[in-house]
Nanobody
Framework: QVQLVESGGGLVQAGGSLRLSCAAS????????MGWFRQAPGKEREFVAF???????????YYADSVKGRFTISRDNATNTVYLQMNRLTPEDTAVYYCAAARGGATSYPRSYDYWGQGPQVTVSS
């Protein structure tokens, strides 16, 4: 049974930082691309960042324009964990954040992901 368990959400002031973690189990973690997505109230789920698995460019990363330069995705294949370091947060970053795992390779399309976490809330106050 595959599980993705996220942690690290919460409330932060604008300009602050948070780090989300996503611990995976029940899958060959290193072979999966891992992505972060977010969904704000009344909006569709949107791509934030992904990091490829070992079979895809050695773990290359890709970011949405809205977070490029502020967010950093990383993975630790030894502990089956993917991270999202979020710096210089703004109220527009307020959303539920989801981590996801894709067998088929790194992509920014939610439909390409096979497993999803439960989604911690991140709230950025102005």
């Amino acid at each position: 049974q595959v599980q993705l368990v996220e942690s690290g959400g919460g409330l932060v002031q604008a300009g602050g930082s948070l780090r989300l973690s996503c611990a995976a189990s029940g899958l060959l973690f290193s072979r999966y691309a891992m992505g972060w997505f977010r969904q704000a109230p009344g909006k569709e789920r949107e791509f934030v960042a992904f990091v490829g698995g070992i079979s895809w460019s050695g773990g290359s990363t890709y970011y949405a324009d809205s977070v490029k330069g502020r967010f950093t995705i990383s993975r630790d294949n030894a502990t089956n964990t993917v991270y999202l370091q979020m710096n210089r947060l703004t109220p527009e970053d307020t959303a539920v954040y989801y981590c996801a795992a894709a067998r088929g390779g790194a992509t920014s399309y939610p439909r390409s992901y096979d497993y999803w976490g439960q989604g911690p809330q991140v709230t950025v106050s102005s």
